[in-house]
């Protein structure tokens, strides 16, 4: 085993949370680091926060990986006189990366959505929403029997034939095919003039719709004839296996309230704790979840017919309109909300796990680990009192 760089790290964390992926507004990436540098411990936390830094240092860190971005919003100075500029000096002087996951790690498999989905025991789970699948061609074309190995391998090193782990996937079957050159033509085969009979082969390979140009280039560059004969077909798109949140069900059927008492056990503990909506005894077992602030996705949650979400940062008014709009007979979906910082918290150990794994596969080593520090902002809470519901007919609604 060597010793990892920094840049080593960064395509490990990338193959696996493909920037791409990353919603338009987001920020994620390599914040601060020399990419030549050397990474031997690495760091999870949700936040990049300054107690966070104080740890990374005291372990002896070389690169702290976030979920929560540190610049998500443009910035004219880094100056030491501000929270984010005396966070990113620390990092610069004491020679720790600063790398952040975010919505890419949000959709990816085996990401945030995944790992909430497993702390809460969810079975044959599915994205909530799916991302689609990237857009593909179906490249034809038809070539001379004798030169179908040689235009698989040019189709190949432009981008198509690549479908999961495997590459140079291509189909092919043979037919003849007939052309007659006109006398202007320079025909590889054949005569001006008189029809020629050739048994070549039909070739079909898939590639990602935006190196459609590359390949056809390929194609033609590699083609014996002065005209090729080829075709360029535009697959239909489906859902794919990443997307936002995850659906799955339970081992078997729980109420409500016992499902709620399995999140708290499974999230860390936090001043907010679990709070659900519903009735208590209702029955659960098909169960979505989204990791962060998930009231945006009300639509897909009614779409996909569930007992009960599970998210953060729950706001009254869409927590209280989709109540209202929940199913006359079973009163579905029922709401549990928690906290921010603890649902993403178990995606920390998932990534520290498959860095290490992915580091040895590719020959290097890297240590983890999962800082236990809460960032969850607030730190208290007071119940209220036992006191009788206010009276309805006085009830003010702002």
Known sequence: MTAASLADVVQLLERRYPPATAQAWDAVGLVTG??????????????????????????????????????????????ATTFKGALLHRLVLDGIGLYTAHTNADAATGG??????????????????????????????FVPVADAERMVDALSAAGAGAIGEYSRCAFTSTGEGTFTPSGDANPTIGSAGVAS??????????????????????????????EPAFDVLEMASWPGSTGIGRVGRLTEPTTLREFA?????????????????GDPDGRVERVAVV?????????????????????????????????????????????????????????????ARALEQDAAAAGTTV????????????????????????????????
Request: charged residues 20%; negative net charge; contains cysteine.
């Open 34 to 79: 020399d990419p030549s540098q050397p990474v031997a411990r690495v760091l999870f936390a949700v936040d990049p926060l300054a107690a966070v830094v104080d740890e990374a240092a005291a372990w002896g860190a070389d690169l702290v990986v976030t979920h929560h971005p540190l610049l998500l919003k443009p910035v004219h100075s880094i100056a």
């Open 367 to 398: 240590v983890t680990r999962v800082s236990t520090l809460s960032t969850d902002p607030w730190t208290g809470r007071v119940a209220s009192p036992e006191q009788t519901a206010p009276d309805a007919s006085t009830e003010g609604h702002p």
């Open 261 to 277: 008492d399995v999140v708290a056990k499974a999230l860390p503990a936090t001043a907010q704790g679990i709070r659900f909506a």
């Open 112 to 141: 945030v959505a995944d790992a909430l989905a497993e702390a809460l025991g969810l079975l044959e789970t599915a994205p909530l929403d799916a991302e689609p699948v990237e857009a593909l061609d179906c490249h034809v074309v």
């Open 197 to 226: 009979r050739v048994v070549e082969a039909r070739i079909e390979m898939v590639a990602p719709r935006r190196v459609r140009a590359a390949v056809v280039a390929a194609m033609r560059a590699a083609h014996p004839y002065e």
């Open 291 to 351: 990791g962060g602030s998930g009231d945006s996705l009300f639509d897909a949650v009614r779409r996909a017919a569930v007992d009960v979400y599970v998210t953060a940062d729950l706001r009254h008014h869409p927590a209280s309109e989709l109540r209202e709009r929940a199913d006359h007979e079973s009163g579905t979906p029922y709401l549990v909300d928690v906290a921010h910082f603890a649902s993403e918290w178990p995606w920390l150990a998932h990534a």
